[in-house]
């Protein structure tokens, strides 16, 4: 007799939602924080990823006291959603454009962040 083993894989999902309420200055609409990457950009550049062919738009800069600092966006989180929209396969200027519409005061993202992976995986060591 053939005896078989099945294996199983356990996927998680490291996404967190986060909703930054734009901050109005004057005639302007501020998120507080910058991002970086995309298709058109050269993936090795990216200090965020150990994937070096990772062609995601990242968080490079968090305005301190910012909106987006005070809805919890951190430095090195991976943007997967904007309202709905998929981020994964965009130019940084679609990824700019898609942040900054004059007619949206709410952001809603769905980020991957890498200490979400690391805490998981060493609850699960442990």
């Known amino acids: ?39 058109d950009q050269d993936p090795t550049q990216n200090p965020f990823s150990e994937d070096k062919t990772d062609k995601g738009i990242y968080v490079t800069r968090v305005t301190e006291g910012g909106p987006a600092e005070v809805a919890g966006l951190q430095i090195g989180d991976k943007i997967m959603q904007v309202n709905g929209w998929d981020m994964t396969m965009v130019t940084h200027d679609q990824a700019r454009k898609r942040l900054t519409k004059r007619n949206e005061e709410v952001v809603r993202l769905l980020v991957t962040r890498q200490s979400l992976q690391k805490a998981v995986q060493q609850s699960m060591m442990s």
């Open 1 to 39: 007799p053939v005896i078989a083993t099945l294996s199983s894989f356990i996927f998680f999902s490291f996404q967190q939602r986060i909703e930054i309420h734009k901050l109005r200055q004057g005639d302007n609409l501020i998120l507080g924080f910058s991002i970086g990457g995309g298709i």
